[in-house]
């Protein structure tokens, strides 16, 4: 193996299971190994990542601050799509992903690294995610998933492992689920979430409070629009980071943006999974409520029906795939006319939009008013009624024919 791999870029999160894997490839494949990683919004998570790493025998450590990067071109493009998948699920962690590799397939190039290698299962969709990434930007690098390939079963192994080689073991409180957090979400999965009768604990959510628990006032707020892309609040022109982080708050406060999903994995199996997505979750109101407006009918309808597909490719893994980036371009041609401002209500874990505007605005109270105007005779609807329902009234009138009545 040794002579197989000369260095290696780890996907690093400072947990327990890449710290065993940092060691693990060193003592495996003899060679230097340097720990990536990618701020995307995890908060303390990433708090004395440096020195974990070092420690644990990290040739180098690369820390790359790509908030802004993940907001502007992951996040947004999947909002102007309204992207979400199986009805529920806004693809917090799906979207993250691939940047992460993205990263870590430009530091590998940075080093000379030959391999990159991954923390994730092999029953879960990160595998797919970080490792169709390393495909598409670079098939030169060998692919390293440790899960997949060496004898450890579960935690107790890393653990016993941990201690065998003197690899600190984060002494944290153990939580009875898994979490992952970043700009867009945070997610909870496993233990005790398994159980999909168990309501989960209130002491989980980390960035929204209960909906009993919020304001007995509600927050009005308006997002301003400019191609589909979220660019001002309440008339305040923010970065896309800042902007994201600032509805996480707002949202937050006010207990919108938790979603309790059985979805399902694409491996084939059902996984549940607790979501709160506060910011995305207004967001995506918004952005509904500004095409509603702005959006030609049928331009509207032939990009509904794309969603479910360009989500599904996003939760497969397919960010950097030519059908992604095709469906992207249609999409994004769909959204030169979105702009305007729209004005939502925050109230107990609701969101609704009370307002909306545009200078591109295809609504026009004088066309659309029950009163007499000059554009629209009522009369015309009698001769486009006749004929939308003529196939109608002749397949009706063939079948009483043939049952003689």
């Known amino acids: 193996m040794s002579q197989e791999i000369n260095k290696i870029v780890l996907a690093y999160s400072g947990g327990l ?3 065993v894997i940092l060691h693990w490839l060193k003592e495996t ?3 230097p190994v340097v720990a990536y990683a990618a701020d995307v919004g995890q908060e303390e998570e990433l708090e004395g990542i440096r020195e974990k790493a070092l420690s644990t025998g990290a040739e180098d450590v690369i820390i790359e ?10 996040v947004w493009p999947a909002l102007r799509a309204n992207a979400i998948y199986e009805s529920a699920y806004l693809l917090g962690t799906s979207l993250a992903r691939p940047i992460i590799a993205q990263g870590q397939v430009g530091a590998a190039k940075k080093v ?5 290698s991954h923390g994730a299962t092999g029953k879960g969709n990160d595998q797919v995610r970080f490792e169709l990434t390393y495909m598409a930007l670079d098939p030169s690098l060998k692919i390293i998933a440790p899960w997949k390939i060496w004898d450890f079963r579960g935690r107790e192994d890393l653990i016993a492992y941990a201690k065998k080689h003197g690899i600190p073991v984060p002494v944290t409180k153990e939580k009875p689920y898994s979490s992952d957090r970043n700009l ?21 959510f980390v960035l929204s409070v209960s909906p009993e628990k919020a304001p007995d006032k509600p927050t009005y707020v308006e997002i301003e629009f400019e191609r589909g892309n979220p660019v001002a609040v309440d008339g305040q022109r923010m970065s896309p980071a800042q902007l994201l982080a600032h509805m996480n708050k707002l949202g937050g406060e006010n207990g919108i943006g938790r979603v309790d999903l059985v979805e399902n994995r694409y491996v084939g199996m059902k996984s549940r999974g607790v979501y709160e997505t506060p910011g995305g979750t207004i967001l995506r109101t918004a952005h509904l409520a500004m095409e509603s407006i702005t959006m030609d009918r049928e ?5 509904d029906s794309l969603i479910p597909r360009y989500a599904e490719m996003i939760y497969y ?4 795939s030519p059908e992604r980036e095709m469906m992207q371009a249609l999409i994004d041609e769909s959204q030169k006319n979105v702009s305007g401002v729209v004005r939502l209500k925050l109230y107990k874990g ?7 505007k545009s200078d591109v605005s295809l609504y026009d109270p004088n066309f659309a008013t029950f009163e007499g105007d000059e554009v629209y005779n009522q009369k015309d609807a009698e001769g486009f009624i006749r004929l939308s329902g003529l196939r109608l009234k002749i397949a009706r009138l063939l079948d009483l024919q043939r049952k003689g009545g």
């Not at 601050?65 to 992951?74: P, S």
Request: glycine content about 6%; overall charge negative; proline content about 3%.
């Open 65 to 74: 601050d790509l908030k802004e990067e993940f907001v502007r071109d992951f």
């Open 299 to 303: 331009v509207m309808h032939i990009r």
């Open 317 to 320: 893994g397919y960010w950097f």
């Open 17 to 19: 299971d890449t710290s």
């Open 350 to 356: 609701n969101c609704m939009v009370v307002g909306r």
């Open 29 to 31: 494949y003899q060679c």
């Open 112 to 116: 000379g690294a030959d391999a990159v």
């Open 184 to 204: 867009l979400h945070i997610s909870f999965e496993a233990g005790i979430l398994e159980d999909t009768w168990m309501e989960p604990p209130e002491d989980m």
